[in-house]
Structure formats: structure tokens, C-alpha cells
């Protein structure tokens, strides 16, 4: 082979043209945002300041669109079992990617299989809470009184299986309270049984409880984080106390479909990154309970361990509660 034609065939194959089709091209065309939950809640708030400011970046159309139903497996198969081609993502959460695998019979996807992690977004603890008129001051107090006289504190949740549920198992577990269970549908009813007097405690989102706090209704007593929470720094977590096995998080991260060209999910990564490092992102965020990761957790490398570890520790939380697949 003549030395030109060598020179000219080697310098193709080092550019940027020479990237596969589907990668040079990408995107072509509006992408999906898929939200697996019902308009107005936590993670679709997030997906819709989120959508404009990927749009921004990517010269396309981002487009929200909400696909609830079966605890958000429903709207994760649909990004599991599309075109792996970068066009349709998905905002997901611990429960719809980790706790659906674990409770439910056939979630329709394999989110370790059919779903590629773009990265971790925002973390959420949840919070113990007692009436702010509770002779409890401390989590201390409370697990004092629990073991003194069992089954008289009770704690509310928003169901059995649901995140505020399984923190309650592990927190139970790990402090020896003995708290009683009272589960709910929802806290549409939770959180007016609370200051009803009702149950004595409820486990809920930060956000929910810290505004109960703020208006003078309520005592936050711990945080199930690892470490304290930047929206509630005086809120002891339960890593601190010695209650490591009982820490656990709501979160919502950025998936797409797995086999999506690895120039693609680099792309999307780093777009990512940018947009959680907007101002008025992070304001809105804070203002709603949560805590946008560090940046190294928003690789997609660093989200696929996370989502390992919490597959874990959640299917130890269903096994102590004793949960089936159904």
C-alpha cells in the first residue's frame, strides 16, 4: 500500500467522523424525558428544571413526560426496552430502579441489565419526627421509651414496602427500639395523624417534616443519612450515633437505555454535571429537602456502584420486614 494512502486511511480512522453513526448523529431528534411518577412530586419537579437546561446544552428539544403506575415500573420499562440509541432517559429513583426489583413479582426490566447509569443527581434523607409537645427531646429519649414500655410508641409510613417503611425496619433493627409499625397509604392521612396525636412518630422525607418543624408543629429527631444533611445541619444522622446499619436514602438519578453508544452516555454525563452546578438548580433543590451529590458521583461509573450498594442494603431492609415479591 503506498505511504500516502496508508497516511490518509490512518488519519481517518483517528477523526472525530470516524465515530459510529449513531454517535455523530446523536441527538437528531427531540429526547424523552421519562418520569415514572404522577406530576407535582419530588422527582418530577426536578426532571422539569432539569429538561430545559440539558435542552440548552444539547440543541434539542428535551421533553418531560410523566408515565406513572406500579410504583415506577411501568415508566422504567419503557425506557428499559427502547431503542438504545440516547433518546429517551429516565429520572430514577431508589424506588423504581432498586426497591421494584425487590418487591414486586415481575417489574418488567432488569435495571442491572437493560438500564445504563448517566449519574447520580440528588439524595434525600428521611427524618424521624415526633409532635413538637412529645416529652422525646432526643432520638435517645424515644428509643429509652420505647424499650422501657414496648408497643407504645408507634411510627407512621407511607405504606408497607414504601422507602419510609423500610428506613423504619433498619432503623429499628439497629437501634433495638421496638417501635411499632402503623402504616398508611400515603401521608395524605400520615401527617395529620401525627398532630393528631395518632401515632407517636412518623418516618418521612426531610423535606415533608423539616416544614412541619419550620412552622412550629413538629420535632425532627434524626436523619437517616450517613452524615447530616446541608438543608438540616443540626439534625444528628444515624451514621453519627452509631446506628450505621441504619442509614438509608431516597434518590433520584439519570439512566438511559442500556446498549446506548459509550460516546453518548459520556456526553450526557457531562452535561449532567453542568446542569446540577446551576445556581438556581441547587437553590430550588435545597429548598425542597434535597442534596445534589458531589461531582465525582455524577459519573457514571460512581452511580453504577451506588446503585449496587443500595440494591443491597435494601434488599436487607425487605428481608428484615419480612417482604415478599408479589
Known amino acids: 500500500m503506498p505511504l500516502v494512502r496508508r497516511a490518509l486511511l490512518g488519519a481517518a480512522a483517528l477523526s472525530p467522523l470516524a465515530r459510529p453513526a449513531a454517535a ?5 431528534r427531540a429526547l424523552r424525558m421519562v418520569v415514572p411518577f404522577p406530576p407535582g412530586g419530588n422527582i418530577d419537579l426536578f426532571g422539569r428544571m432539569l429538561a430545559p437546561l440539558m435542552a440548552q446544552r444539547l440543541g434539542q428539544t428535551v ?16 425506557v428499559a426496552n427502547a431503542r438504545p440509541d440516547g433518546h429517551a432517559l429516565l429520572v430514577g429513583s431508589n424506588g423504581s430502579l432498586v426497591g421494584n426489583v425487590l418487591t414486586q413479582a415481575n417489574p418488567g426490566f432488569d435495571p442491572f441489565r437493560q438500564i445504563a447509569p448517566i449519574g447520580l443527581c440528588l439524595t434525600l434523607p428521611l427524618a424521624l419526627a415526633v409532635r413538637t409537645d412529645h416529652p422525646a427531646r432526643t432520638i435517645q429519649d424515644l428509643v429509652a421509651l ?8 408507634t ?67 434524626v436523619g437517616t443519612g450517613a452524615v ?9 444522622c444515624v451514621a453519627e450515633l452509631g446506628w450505621e446499619a441504619a442509614v438509608f436514602l431516597t434518590w433520584n438519578g439519570l439512566s438511559v437505555t442500556a446498549g446506548t453508544p459509550e460516546p453518548v452516555v459520556a456526553r450526557l454525563a457531562a452535561i449532567l454535571r453542568e446542569c446540577l452546578a446551576e445556581p438556581a438548580l441547587r437553590t430550588r433543590m435545597a429548598e425542597m429537602g434535597n442534596d445534589i451529590v458531589p461531582p465525582a458521583m455524577t459519573a457514571p461509573e460512581a452511580f453504577g456502584r451506588f446503585l449496587r450498594e443500595d440494591l443491597e442494603r435494601t434488599r436487607r431492609a425487605v428481608q428484615l420486614a419480612g417482604l415478599k415479591p408479589e
Not at 24 to 28: I, S, Y
Not at 146 to 153: E, H, I, M, N
Not at 194 to 205: I, N, P
Open 24 to 28: 455523530q448523529a446523536w441527538p437528531d
Open 63 to 78: 421533553v418531560v413526560e410523566n408515565r406513572a403506575g406500579a410504583g415506577g415500573s411501568i415508566g422504567a420499562a419503557e
Open 146 to 153: 420505647s424499650t422501657a414500655r414496648p408497643g407504645s410508641v
Open 155 to 221: 411510627c407512621g409510613s407511607a405504606g408497607i414496602g414504601t422507602s419510609n417503611h423500610l428506613a423504619l425496619v433498619l432503623f429499628d433493627a439497629a437501634s433495638g427500639a421496638g417501635i411499632t409499625h402503623v402504616p398508611y397509604r400515603g401521608t395524605g392521612a400520615m401527617l395529620p395523624d401525627l398532630l393528631a396525636g395518632t401515632v407517636t412518630c412518623v418516618m418521612d422525607q426531610l423535606g415533608s417534616v423539616l416544614r412541619l418543624e419550620r412552622e412550629g408543629k413538629a420535632r425532627l429527631l
Open 228 to 236: 447530616r444533611s446541608t438543608i438540616a445541619p443540626d439534625l444528628p
